[in-house]
């Protein structure tokens, strides 16, 4: 499907390179367009692939496009493990972690920050910050956060994020 949108700004100007942002479907179609028209493809991995992988007819064509990408960035450690782990070469892959613009955000004063949210300076608080899909299971963080609510009530627990795409 991006193969014309690809065609059409390739015209004016040859593109050097490809980066698609997931390996499937993005990528293995990223890789594809890249090798009809002579240039790089980049694949950045993102997290979704840990499932993907596991999908018969999907993870084989997600570890052959990274495998024949130019090169893969991992937003994660782990991720590029599980990537190698599954038969992308070590060297193939480059760990460039998601970044935070300072000039937004930034510290701040934490006792002015919990008034602000009716959170009290003694109780413990854990965020945790990340889209709402199943994928970042944060079911897991209620129910463990449920245990340590028991012995510490006044302890409070924050998840920010929306809703995002999520392959069925």
């Known amino acids: 499907a991006a193969a014309p949108i690809v065609d059409e700004l390739n015209r004016p100007a040859p593109l050097e390179a490809l980066d698609a942002h997931f390996a499937y479907p993005d990528g293995v179609g990223c890789v594809g367009i890249a090798r ?3 240039i790089s493809a980049f694949i950045t991995i993102r997290g979704v692939e840990v499932e993907q992988l596991k999908m ?3 993870g084989a064509r997600v570890v052959s496009a990274m495998r024949a990408a130019t090169g893969c960035i991992s937003v994660s450690h782990s991720l590029k493990k599980i990537a190698v782990d599954h038969g992308v070469p070590e060297d193939h892959i480059c760990v460039v972690h998601n970044a ?3 000039r937004t ?3 701040g004063d934490k006792t002015a920050a919990r008034a602000a949210l009716g959170v009290p300076p003694d109780a413990g ?3 945790s910050v990340g889209n709402l899909v199943s994928g970042k299971r944060h079911h897991l ?3 463990a ?4 609510a028991r012995d510490r009530p006044r302890a409070r627990l924050a ?3 929306g809703v995002s795409f999520e392959a069925a």
């Open 36 to 38: 009809s028209l002579g």
């Open 125 to 127: 608080l854990i965020v």
């Open 145 to 148: 956060f449920s245990r340590i």
């Open 100 to 102: 935070i613009d300072a």
């Open 105 to 107: 955000f930034s510290r």
């Open 141 to 143: 963080l209620i129910e």
């Open 56 to 58: 018969s007819g999907i």
């Open 159 to 161: 998840i920010l994020g």
